[in-house]
Each structure stands twice: as C-alpha cells, then as structure tokens.
C-alpha cells in the first residue's frame, strides 16, 4: 500500500504535484456548500479518495482528471449528485474561460489563455516554488476570467501578477512600502 506522499497527480498542463488531501477536502467542501449541502462531510469524502489513492488499484501516477472522476463517483455513490454536477460545471466553466480569453495585442494574433505560463513566470522570475507559484497563477486566473474580456493585453497581466505579488508581500516594493510605515 503505498503512503500519501508517494501519490504523484499528473496535472493537465504536465506538471506534477503531490497528492494533498487537505486540497482536495477542500475542492470537495467547496462543491458540497455550492451545492446546498453540509460541507462537513468533505473530509471523510477526501478520504475515501485518499484510501482509493493507496489501495494499489489506482494508476502509480494518477491525473487530475482520475482524481476528478473518483470524486464524483464517490459524490453519487454516497447520494451528493447534486454535489458532483457543481464539480462538472466548475471544471468545465473554467476550461470555457479559458479557451474564450487571449493574450495579445489583437485578436487574429493573441495566445490561447495558459495558467501555466503565469506559474512558469512566478517560478522563473520570481523565484517561487511550484506550489506557491499554483496558488498564485490561480489567483491571476481568477482575476482575469472577473473581468470578462476576450482579449487581455500581456502589459495588463503582468500588472495582475505585480499586485497579486504585493497582495502577498512578495515583491520588493511591497516590502519597502511596508517597512516605511
């Protein structure tokens, strides 16, 4: 049986990441509460996907999207359908958004929105680890799906980026503002 730890996710873009089962207890209380439901039950849930996780039946690397698809399947087996048609239409809301926005001056000649090319922006400019760098790309993300534009310029996502790291306090000049108070 293998231990949480060893349980590598594949995620879409092809990164990899640890298996956290605080995340996905997370994830799962957030359907459960958009569903109407008692978000209390998240946890024990997480951990019916954790213990599936380690039981050797599921694949050695498992993706994103197998854990999804345990998800849900444990939503409808213990009777939270409602609960696992919120998780679809999160996911599938967000792959919209997605493929809607582009990055560039012009339409004919923008890129296709990428959530991993801002992590790979905080990881190589600004020296973030992976994880961090996760959040705060979902962060962005969710700043710039808000403002429901087709076409975002890249001077404009660097600024979400540059506010988005002194929200957190990670840019110098969020720290020299701090220091001067």
Not at 138 to 163: H, K, N
Request: glycine share 8%.
């Amino acid at each position: 049986m293998r231990t949480t730890t060893e349980i590598v996710v594949r995620k879409r873009d092809g990164s990899c990441e640890a298996f956290d089962v605080e995340k996905l207890r997370h994830c799962l209380g957030r359907v459960l509460k958009a569903a109407g439901l008692d978000s209390r039950y998240a946890g024990a849930l997480a951990q019916a996907v954790a213990l599936h996780l380690r039981s050797g039946q599921a694949p050695q690397s498992p993706s994103a999207a197998y854990i999804r698809r345990c998800c849900r399947l444990v939503l409808f087996e213990t009777g939270q359908a409602e609960a696992a048609r919120c998780m679809d239409q999160f996911a599938g809301g967000r792959e919209r958004r997605r493929r809607l926005v582009r990055i560039g001056a012009a339409q004919t000649s923008a890129a296709r929105w990428r959530k991993r090319r801002v992590v790979e922006t905080f990881e190589r400019r600004h020296g973030l680890t992976r994880p961090v760098a996760r959040i705060l790309a979902s962060e962005v993300e969710g700043r710039v799906f808000q403002l429901g534009y087709g076409l975002v310029s890249a001077a404009l996502v660097r600024e979400i980026i540059g506010a988005e790291l002194s929200a957190w306090g990670l840019a110098a000049d969020s720290l020299s503002v701090c220091d001067a108070r």
